[in-house]
C-alpha cells in the first residue's frame, strides 16, 4: 500500500510546476493562494537541493520546536525574535533578492504569514509562505532534522539501525539498535508495539538519506507521529555501545504551567473559562465551546478582562503563543494559569488536537 501511495505522490510532484505559486493539483490539499507555496514545490525544492542555495526557508516557530524537528536546511527566526531584533535578520546572509519561504505549525499558525509581512517591509521583496508547514512536510512524508540539543534536553527514544556500532548513548533517552529487517519483523514490533504513538522518535542517521528515510517510512507505517532523524556527525560528544533492550516505555514531560490535551478537554467539557489567543478571524472560523477571544496582541492592554479567581486554561494554533501568555500573565502576578502545548484545528466548535 505504501508504495502505491509513493507511486502516486511521485507523479503527483512530477505534474506539477515548480515556480510561482500555482492551484494544487492533489486533491488532498488545500488550493494554494496568491503568496504561497504548494507541498509539491516545497518537496521539490529540498529533493533538488535548493534550499540554502537559489531558495532560503525560515522557521518561525518557537525555537525549541524548531530543534525538535524542521525542514531540512531552514534557519530557525521566531517570529518574537524577529519582532524584537531584526537586526537578526542579516546574520542569516540571505540576499535581499533571495526567495525567502516561511513556515510555521500549518493553515491555523500565523508566525510565518507574519513573518513574511516583516521580511517585505524591510526589503526582501520574494518573501513567500509555506501555509501547510509541518503537517503538509508530513503528509509529503518528507523528513525532518532534530538538533542535538533536542536530543540532549531527554524523554528521547533514538533508533539506530546499525546493531553492534557505536551510537548516540544519554542517560537521559534511550537507544533503541535494531537492524532495519528487525524493525520491520517480530522484535522490532515486540520493543516498539507498547510504546506511545506520540513519543519522539529520533533515527540516527549514518550518511545515506535514502536508509534514514527508508527508516522513518517503517516507523510512520507503524503510526508514530512525532518523527524525526539526527545525523551522527551532527553529535559532539562521545559514541558508545547502546545497552541491549527488551521493552520500552515512555511519558510525557510537561513543563511549568503546561496542561495535557486530555486535560484540557475535560476543562472544556467541564465548562472552566478558556482563553483563546489567536487572532480574531481564526477565532471566528472556530474554537472550543465557550472559550473567550483575547488575542495575544491586545494582551497587555486587555488583560485584567481574565480572571483571577478561576482556573484559566489557555490555546492558540500551536502552542507558541499559549506559552508566552502564560508567561506574560505571570508577569502580571497571575497565578491561575495553565496552558495548552499542542496544534489544533478547529471548525465551528468541533476541535481536535495534535499534541
Not at 504548494?38 to 537559489?54: F, H, P
Amino acid at each position: 500500500m505504501r508504495h502505491l501511495i509513493l507511486a502516486t505522490a511521485l507523479a503527483v510532484a512530477f505534474l506539477s510546476p515548480l515556480p510561482g505559486p500555482s492551484l494544487n493539483v492533489n486533491a488532498a490539499e488545500q488550493q494554494v493562494e496568491a503568496g504561497e507555496i504548494s507541498n509539491d514545490q516545497m518537496v521539490a525544492y529540498y529533493e533538488k537541493g535548493l534550499i540554502g542555495d537559489t531558495v532560503w526557508v525560515v522557521d518561525s516557530r518557537p525555537a525549541g520546536k524548531y530543534l525538535s524537528g524542521h525542514i531540512p536546511g531552514a534557519f530557525s527566526l521566531p517570529l518574537d525574535k524577529l519582532k524584537q531584533d531584526p537586526a537578526s535578520v542579516d546574520k542569516l546572509g540571505i540576499p535581499k533578492s533571495g526567495k525567502v519561504i516561511f513556515y510555521c505549525a500549518g493553515r491555523e499558525c500565523t508566525l510565518s504569514v507574519d513573518s513574511a509581512e516583516i521580511f517585505k517591509k524591510i526589503g526582501y521583496a520574494n518573501s513567500w509562505v509555506y501555509r501547510n508547514g509541518v503537517p503538509g512536510w508530513n503528509q509529503k512524508m518528507q523528513p525532518l532534522r532534530a538538533e542535538e540539543q533536542f536530543v540532549k534536553k531527554g524523554n528521547v527514544i533514538l533508533i539506530d539501525t546499525a546493531p553492534g556500532k557505536e551510537t548516540i548513548v544519554t542517560a537521559a533517552n534511550k537507544t533503541i539498535q535494531l537492524s532495519l529487517n528487525d524493525l520491520k519483523g517480530d522484535k522490532g514490533k515486540t520493543i516498539l508495539g507498547p510504546l506511545s504513538r506520540n513519543a519522539p522518535l529520533v533515527v540516527v542517521g549514518r550518511g545515506e538519506m535514502e536508509a534514514t528515510n527508508a527508516v522513518l517510512e517503517e516507523l510512520r507505517e507503524l503510526d508514530f507521529r512525532r518523527l524525526a532523524y539526527l545525523p551522527i556527525n551532527a553529535w559532539k560528544d562521545k559514541l558508545t555501545m547502546a545497552p541491549p533492550i527488551a521493552a520500552v516505555t515512555w511519558a510525557p514531560v510537561y513543563g511549568p504551567g503546561q496542561v495535557s490535551p486530555k486535560a484540557f478537554e475535560a476543562a472544556v467539557a467541564s465548562a472552566h473559562y478558556i482563553l483563546d489567543v489567536r487572532p480574531v478571524a481564526d477565532y471566528a472560523r472556530g474554537h472550543f465551546k465557550g472559550a473567550v477571544n483575547i488575542p495575544i496582541e491586545e494582551l497587555e492592554k486587555d488583560y485584567a478582562k481574565v480572571p483571577r479567581d478561576k482556573p484559566v486554561f489557555v490555546n492558540c494554533a500551536t502552542g507558541a503563543k499559549s506559552q508566552k501568555t502564560f508567561d506574560i500573565l505571570g508577569r502580571k502576578g497571575y497565578t491561575n494559569i495553565t496552558y495548552l502545548d499542542a496544534e489544533i484545528s478547529c471548525k465551528g466548535e468541533a476541535c481536535t488536537i495534535k499534541e
